[in-house]
């Protein structure tokens, strides 16, 4: 038995009045899913640890089976590990966005969509102008920005402390910037060869300040303004760590002897990398409604053709809920189902060796919210054979019948592993 998680980031949603008290998911046309559901058996799954933020970093790597208390560095090590940069024991890497401020107040998270050639100018301009040196050493830098994906950066700090408070641009839309700066952890432990956390909290804020300094003088963004776009004008750092350790998949789980990740998100080829899965990129993937769909589908595909176990990550939905856009997020839902999900399941249904396929959100990212929320989320399994049960339509609701019932974090894996 081959294994596919098929993930929509962020999927899952509350009630929303304007679709008549409906979820996106019970409102949105999704032949697909519901029949999996329909065949297969489905349940609940809660993705976020009691005292964890309710993160993709969390929520991902939880259902992928692993100990949050014994793995968890953030989000900056793992984005660190996707585009390659290998971090020394005395780094410290925290995510980097770009993002927009306006009249005091968190726009955007996104720096209005920013391209990543874009970016890479800005965040080599930032790299020029702030990084740096440790006691003048030639090629050491207590600073270093270096290029992500769109909006999403690294920033990595020499000898920085983990211990500090920083808030996730997503959660805070609307609000004033200048009380969610850094703060540093009440208590923070002193670490021997770091900064102090009050330090790091320092340095951090300061760069947030130089940043929009420089960034509002830069002609990308002076070219925005004359255009009346949203400007990329501030740095946002979150979610750092250091680095982490985690086992393999191949050594947590027999049954997997090789894998693959496919996603257009440096969190998650993160993951992906430090469980020991291979990273497939895909042309014209995108991480937003713009995707390529098709293009992920082929790759899932060609990947079980030659792997026991693909995770196949698509952010599309989670975006288009931090923007708020109701009716962006309902495609992102309905061109999952369609031009991804069904292609798979069309292809492999009929295999000699069976294929088992999941489908799940790793949390709730409302419209009307805008954020990231840690209710359970709803799954489904189907495999050829498998004996379904009474659920009728894949969504919050109807999942709660689910004769899987309500699973906690690393059940998720033990009991799709369990299918063979």
């Known amino acids: 038995m081959k294994h596919i998680i098929i993930l929509g980031d962020g999927m899952a949603d509350l009630p929303v009045e304007r679709l008549g008290g409906k979820t996106l998911l019970q409102y949105a046309h999704k032949p697909m899913m519901d029949q999996l559901a329909r065949e297969g058996r489905c349940g609940r799954l809660i993705t976020v640890p009691e005292g964890f933020p309710p993160g993709s970093e969390v929520a991902n790597t939880a259902i992928l089976g692993y100990d949050l208390n014994k793995v968890y560095e953030g989000r900056g090590p793992l984005e660190a590990a996707s585009i390659g940069y290998e971090m020394a024991d005395d780094d410290f890497a925290i995510r980097c966005n770009i993002i927009t401020l306006a009249d005091g107040k968190i726009i955007t998270h996104n720096g209005g969509n920013l391209e990543t050639d874009d970016a890479?100018?800005?965040?080599?301009?930032?790299?020029e102008k702030l990084a740096q040196p440790i006691n003048e050493r030639e090629g050491c830098e207590r600073v270093k920005f270096i290029t992500g994906i769109q909006y999403r950066h690294l920033l990595v700090?020499?000898?920085?402390?983990?211990?500090?408070v920083c808030a996730p641009p997503h959660d805070h839309p609307n609000e004033a910037w200048r009380e969610l700066l850094v703060k540093a952890e009440a208590n923070a432990p002193k670490e021997a060869g770091r900064l102090s956390a009050q330090a790091t909290a320092d340095l951090l804020n300061e760069l947030i300040l130089k940043s929009q300094e420089l960034l509002s003088k830069h002609p990308f963004n002076l070219a925005r303004a004359e255009r009346g776009e949203r400007q990329a004008n501030s740095i946002w750092p979150w979610s750092g760590g250091y680095r982490p350790s985690m086992e393999t998949l191949q050594q947590q789980y027999p049954e997997i002897k090789s894998g693959t990740v496919i996603s257009a998100v440096d969190l998650i080829r993160g993951?992906?990398?430090?469980?020991?899965?291979?990273?497939?990129?895909?042309?014209?993937a995108t991480g937003l409604a713009d995707t390529n769909y098709e293009g992920k589908a082929q790759a899932a595909i060609e990947a079980l053709e030659k792997d026991d176990f693909v995770f196949v990550h698509v952010e599309a939905s989670d975006e288009a809920g931090h923007d708020g856009d109701l009716e962006l997020k309902l495609k992102t839902i309905?061109?999952?189902?369609?031009?991804?999900?069904?292609?798979?399941y069309n292809k492999v249904k009929s295999w000699n060796e069976p294929v088992c396929i999941a489908v799940l959100p790793d949390h709730l990212t409302p419209v009307e919210q805008r954020i990231h929320v840690g209710q359970p989320v709803p799954f489904l399994i189907w495999h050829r054979g498998i004996d379904a049960d009474s659920v009728e339509q894949y969504d919050e609701v109807s999942c709660v019948s689910g004769s899987y019932g309500l699973l906690k974090l690393n059940e998720f894996m033990h009991a799709l592993m369990a299918i063979s």
């Open 334 to 344: 309905e061109y999952l189902d369609q031009r991804l999900i069904a292609p798979i």
């Open 157 to 164: 700090i020499k000898g920085g402390s983990k211990h500090i």
């Open 120 to 127: 890479d100018v800005l965040i080599k301009y930032l790299n």
């Open 271 to 284: 993951i992906g990398h430090y469980a020991g899965l291979k990273i497939v990129e895909v042309e014209g």
